[in-house]
């Protein structure tokens, strides 16, 4: 559990109320970012927390999120399976399901998925969509 000098709740608070929830990340080497999985590292309380059937926890409504992961690798079979399993047990212990996953190939440079109409266009109609389901 975290000490009353650890401010990191007001991390995870947002999870524990959004109605909807979008990760982007990009991936690296199969993987989700150092930063992105430090943060799913230090969530180890409320996996501890549903696990001892906290009732604050276990009685949170079931959510949806939608999950968007780019790689600048343009093959690759299992390329983005690691990062979507890390994300969907760290999104149960916040009774958040994952309802879409929006996979994005070949995107290395800053502009690239930005100029990807058909990808820029996906992007935007899940967000569209997760935001009106959550209405």
């Known amino acids: 559990m975290l ?9 995870f608070e947002p999870l524990l109320t959004a109605r909807t929830v979008l990760f982007a990340s990009p991936i690296y080497f199969y993987a989700l970012p150092s930063r992105l999985k430090t943060l799913i590292d230090r969530s180890q309380q409320f996996w501890a927390a549903r ?3 906290a009732p604050w926890l276990t009685s949170l ?3 949806w999120a939608t999950v968007a992961l780019t790689a600048g690798r343009p093959t690759g ?3 983005f399976e690691s990062a979507e399993l890390t994300l969907r047990y760290f999104l149960r212990d916040y009774g958040i399901n994952i309802g879409r996953n929006l996979h994005f190939r070949g995107k290395d440079g ?3 998925l930005r ?4 990808a820029h266009d996906r992007l935007l109609d899940a967000g569209r969509r997760a ?3 959550a209405l």
């Open 3 to 11: 000490t009353p000098k650890d401010d990191s709740f007001s991390l």
């Open 110 to 112: 800053p502009n690239d």
């Open 51 to 53: 696990a001892e059937g």
């Open 77 to 79: 079979e299992r390329l």
């Open 61 to 63: 409504p079931d959510r």
């Open 131 to 133: 935001w009106e389901e």
């Open 115 to 118: 100029e990807d109409y058909e």
